[in-house]
C-alpha cells in the first residue's frame, strides 16, 4: 500500500468526524439564532423568500428537532467513511470490516436521499402550519442530487459487498502460504 494512500487516510478520518459534529452543530445553531432561522427553514423546506412563513418557538423545535434527525443520518455516513479511512491509514485495506463498513455507508446514503423529499415536505407542513388560512404549503419534490446520492449510495453497498469478498479471498490466499 502507498504511503500517500496511508498518509491520506491519517487525515481524512478526523476530517470526516468534523464534519459530521460541524453540520450537526451548525444545524443547531441555525435554529437556535432568531435571525437565522428562517435561513434553516428556507434551506430543508425548499420555500422561496416570496412564501410567509411563521416561526415559533414550537415550529423551530419541529424544524430543528426534524433537521437534526435527518442530518444525523449524513453524520452516521461520516463517522463510518471515517472508519474506513482509519483502516486504510493501518494499512489494512482488505480487512474483513471495509466491506461492512463501505454496505453501513451505501445505505446511510441511501436513506439520506430517499428521506430528502419527505424531510422538504415536513418542513414546508411544520414552517407554515401557523400560517393563515389559504398560505399554508405541502410541497413534495425530487431532485436530481437525491436519485445521484442514492445511486451512488447503491454502488457502495455494492462495493461493499465486493470488498467482502476480496477480503475473504486475502485470507484465503495468506492461509494457503
Known sequence: MSYLFIHAGRWLAPFAQFLAVLFLLANLLFWVMPEWAEYAARS????????????????K????????????????????ISEIFRVFA??????????????????????????????????????TIQNAEGERMLIIAFSGN??????????????GYAFREAAAIAEENRQIV
Do not use: E, K, Q
Not at 91 to 102: E, H, I, M, T
Not at 146 to 159: A, H, P, S, Y
Open 44 to 59: 430543508f423546506s425548499g420555500l422561496p423568500a416570496s412564501t410567509p412563513l411563521t416561526l415559533t418557538t414550537g415550529t
Open 61 to 80: 423545535f419541529l424544524g430543528g428537532g426534524l433537521s437534526t434527525l435527518y442530518l444525523g443520518t449524513l453524520a452516521y455516513a461520516l463517522f463510518t
Open 90 to 127: 493501518a494499512g489494512n485495506c482488505l480487512s474483513s470490516g471495509v466491506g461492512a463498513r463501505l454496505h453501513r455507508f451505501g445505505l446511510a446514503l441511501i436513506l439520506f436521499g430517499a428521506s430528502t423529499p419527505v424531510v422538504r415536505a415536513l418542513m414546508t407542513i411544520i414552517v
Open 146 to 159: 437525491d436519485f445521484v446520492i442514492m445511486l451512488v449510495g447503491m454502488l457502495m453497498v455494492m462495493l
